[in-house]
């Protein structure tokens, strides 16, 4: 895997999706209020090119399903960290090391799921299958072919870029908020929250593209893993 250029490629898309199209800002705005509508868009990113806005019947069907995907493994997190912490909590009143052993794999193991949520909601998009998001041995065996190194390392970029490019995003919010309040006092304050929507859609419309260039580098015809330079 080309971490630069999945990066620089995530970033262009991002560009592009916004650059001179103030209506796809107008109407994101919206999808977010109509929150499942936001979530089909996601899916669309997940599948290919930067898509248009249309389609709202099925655009808000997908987003449906990916919240299905998203609420299921959720569950499943928590299903995994109550048995676990009641265990170790159990444990902490006789045997202290054995207590924080269990606590350190009931963490390992919310990772591991988290981990492989990421690439069945690609999984899902791409096959456009409910089902092929739960289709753990087919979801393990694309993440064994990026390889789980690499893929775990992809993660830990993104997490770090991702907080860089938040504190840069509403460093500038608080900055554009901040002169307007001083010339417009209140409609400074009262754009703040569509504002930092706005941040958020930048960042998550980044996070879908990057994650889905980390699922596709795990198909037969690039089976190497290199970093750039």
């Known amino acids: 895997m080309n971490y630069q250029s999945v990066l620089e490629d995530s970033f262009g898309y991002t560009r592009d999706a916004f650059r001179g199209s103030w209506l796809r800002w107008l109407q994101l705005m919206v999808c977010i209020v109509v929150f499942p509508l936001i979530y089909g868009y ?22 449906l399903k990916l919240l299905v995907v998203y609420l299921a493994y959720i569950g499943l997190m928590l299903l995994v960290a109550m048995a676990l912490i009641g265990g170790a909590g159990i444990l ?23 981990l492989v949520a990421q690439m069945a909601a690609v ?9 092929e998001a739960f289709n753990i041995p087919a979801v393990l065996a694309q993440i064994r072919r990026i390889g789980w190194g690499s ?26 908020t901040g002169l307007i309040g001083l010339v417009a006092g209140i409609i400074g304050i009262l754009l703040l929250p569509v504002l930092m929507l706005a ?7 980044f996070q879908y593209r990057y994650n889905t260039l980390v699922y ?14």
Do not use: C, H
């Open 151 to 176: 893929y775990i390392f992809s993660q830990v970029i993104l997490q770090i870029v991702l907080m860089l490019f938040m504190m840069f995003l509403v460093s500038l919010v608080f900055l554009v």
């Open 123 to 131: 999984r899902f998009a791409k096959m456009e299958s409910l089902r």
């Open 42 to 63: 996601f899916v669309r990113i997940m599948r290919g090119d930067a898509p248009d806005l249309g389609g709202w019947g099925r655009l808000f069907v997908d987003g």
């Open 199 to 205: 941040v958020s859609l930048v960042v998550y419309i």
């Open 216 to 229: 596709e580098s795990g198909t037969a015809s690039s089976p190497s893993v290199t970093v750039a330079p």
């Open 92 to 114: 902490a009143g006789t045997n202290g090391l054995v207590a924080a052993v269990v606590a350190l794999v009931s963490f390992v193991l919310l990772i591991l799921i988290w």
